[in-house]
Nanobody, 122 residues
Framework: QVHLVESGGGLVQPGGSLRLSCAAS????????MGWYRQAPGKQRELVAV???????NYAESVKGRFTISRDNAKSTVDLQTNSLKPEDTAVYYC????????????????WGQGTQVTVSS
């Protein structure tokens, strides 16, 4: 069984920063992609950032230049540094990881964190 636990959300003023962290634990043989989605009230969940096992990041256009994703493969963690936050960044942020849990298959399953609230308001 695999668990993803997030931390780091909160209330911040516009222009501020938060660092979101997510740690995977359990039966993990390998992890391919890791990343973050977010969902604002009344909106669909959207991809914010994703990072490959080799460390290659991709970002949504709306966060490029403001957010930075990073991962530690040894610790099975992924972080999202959010800077220059705007009110429109307010959402529940969910981390995910595509994890291979067995040597008997190359298939990965996507696991999700429980979500952490980020609120940007003055």
């Amino acid at each position: 069984q695999v668990h993803l636990v997030e931390s780091g959300g909160g209330l911040v003023q516009p222009g501020g920063s938060l660092r979101l962290s997510c740690a995977a634990s359990g039966i993990i043989f390998s992890i391919t992609a890791m990343g973050w989605y977010r969902q604002a009230p009344g909106k669909q969940r959207e991809l914010v950032a994703v990072i490959s096992s080799g460390g290659n990041p991709n970002y949504a256009e709306s966060v490029k230049g403001r957010f930075t994703i990073s991962r530690d493969n040894a610790k099975s963690t992924v972080d999202l540094q959010t800077n220059s936050l705007k009110p429109e960044d307010t959402a529940v942020y969910y981390c995910f990881a595509d994890i291979r849990t067995s040597t008997q298959t190359i298939r990965t399953n996507r696991y999700w964190g429980q979500g952490t609230q980020v609120t940007v308001s003055s």
